[in-house]
């Protein structure tokens, strides 16, 4: 699938310690997952344009722009139905990312699929646990995921103690303050490993991890 995407702005740094640019401009090719109305072979083009908002501390759909191409269609009502915008928008989203992430979104991955039977559970109160669970939380927030599920599926627990554990993460702190971004990625790299994986990423790893946010957990 073709894409091109630009990142622009002075970077910011977002609680507890995620560094992205503010603004996303993307142009995507587009196929049937994403728009359900085309048929199985067919691909429209997208381009959007996505805004950091620090009050909502997500990424805002500001443009949103779909181009039928050659298809012999109509943009109307029916087919306008039948775009999953923010599925498209999250596509976008992964590549303003810093890429140590992706020792949490494979931490998450492999919990999901019990191949981490051994893995050592975390303390709740330790500081990193609580830093860590900041930045589940709000990796799954700028995503326009669910950020309780991302937190019970990524430490291991079930949703009501995700949710406990997110409170005591807001009240240290880490869900308003900047931790210091070094510490963020020391952590999500100590992730790696955890998990047995070498901590230097591919780009096979890389192009996996941004795949891996794309329509997760819903496709609105």
Do not use: C
């Amino acid at each position: 699938m073709s894409k091109t995407i630009r990142l622009s702005g002075r970077s910011i740094l977002v609680p507890p310690g995620l560094s992205l640019k503010p603004i996303i401009e993307a142009d995507l090719r587009v196929g049937r997952d994403d728009i359900v109305g085309l048929e199985s072979d067919e691909q429209a083009r997208v381009r959007l344009r996505l805004e950091y908002s620090a009050d909502a501390g997500r990424y805002e759909i500001a443009e949103f722009a779909l181009d039928r191409g050659q298809l012999p269609l109509e943009i109307g009502g029916a087919l306008l139905r039948t775009v999953r915008v923010h599925t498209i928008a999250r596509r976008a989203i992964a590549y303003s990312l810093p890429l140590w992430t992706i020792g949490i979104i494979k931490l998450r991955d492999k919990q999901r699929l019990g191949m981490l039977e051994d893995f050592a559970p975390f303390e709740p109160t330790h500081p990193e646990t609580l830093h860590l669970t900041a930045l589940v939380y709000r990796i799954a927030e700028i995503s326009n995921e669910n950020p309780a599920l991302a937190v019970a599926e990524t430490m291991g627990l079930k949703q009501r103690t995700a949710t406990n554990w997110i409170a005591r993460a807001r009240s240290a702190g880490y869900m308003t303050t900047v931790v210091d971004q070094p510490g963020a990625r020391r952590i999500a790299m100590g992730l790696m490993e955890k998990m047995g994986m070498e901590p230097d990423i591919s780009d096979e790893e890389h192009q996996a991890f941004l795949d891996s946010l794309i329509g997760r957990h819903g496709n609105g």
